[in-house]
């Protein structure tokens, strides 16, 4: 085994659903997000899972795709994905928007962004829209071609009143050409820039998303075990809520880098290949050995007893006189 940690420390809660990263982790996608090419393992771990009925989710910083056609395209490459497991910053942003009770949203990203919040029954416009400046939040996802006019825009909404909600603030993310920088990422530093406003994260590595994968999958934040590639994206958020971080060597960080970690984004495991996934969630299953206690004898017990009684009722000068030293 090439896993660092390969014991799930007894401190953790059981493990009993498990949350991947897509890029990366699973797969490389070119940087166009038109192809993708499966990680070695990929496709036998999250058959094993299904099969195991253990339950699972993927989780994308990306947005450009809405989760369920995101889902289909990962089935037609092979994963057993069900649309219901797949989940985008845009699905968050759609549940963090109807609990503000807010109702129109500015959207910077392409069609496939908003789709998420559109199902939920809330108004998206864009840039050049009429009342595009008049909307309770401002949206940020995958929007490759995003020019002034769209910050612009944004920043005027801002200043109406609107809150900011970005799906990702990560500067990059694994691809096979290498590294490709995060769009929303460079757009929300500079409207954050010119408008000085907290934003909204949606995506990894915040609080809020594990909390939604937990509750989709029905299961307590500290009994998932969350699977990626980056130190300062899943295993941050996985320590932020007590879950088992378990690192991949096959996106954007190597075993060093991994070594080199500070214990806030120190994995519980590193690992070469995503098939050596299941061998530690085997173990995690089974939890640490536990060690019988030796039965007492009746005439032990007793003898016990009565030393305890004894203790109680001696005055506590002459408990003191009769203690041992050391």
Known sequence: MSAVGQRRPTRRAPIRGVLFDVDG?????DRALGGYELLPGAVEVLSTLKARRVPFALLTNGSAYPPAEQAAKLRAAGLAVDDSQMITPSSIAADHLQRRGIKRALVLGTVGVGQALRDAGIDTVHTGEAGATEVGSVFVGWHPECGMKDIETACQAIWNGAELCVASDVPFFATRQGRTIGYSHAITAAIRRLTHVPMTLTGKPSIRALRFVA?????????LAVV???PLVEVLMARRGGATALAVTTGTTPREEWQRQPRSRRPDAIFTELREVLAFLGDAEAGPPRIAARPRSVRTRVRVRRAALATVSRPAAKRRAVRRPG
């Open 215 to 223: 509750k989709r999958l029905g299961v307590p934040m500290r009994a």
């Open 25 to 29: 982790t699973l797969l490389l996608s």
């Open 228 to 230: 990626g590639d980056d």
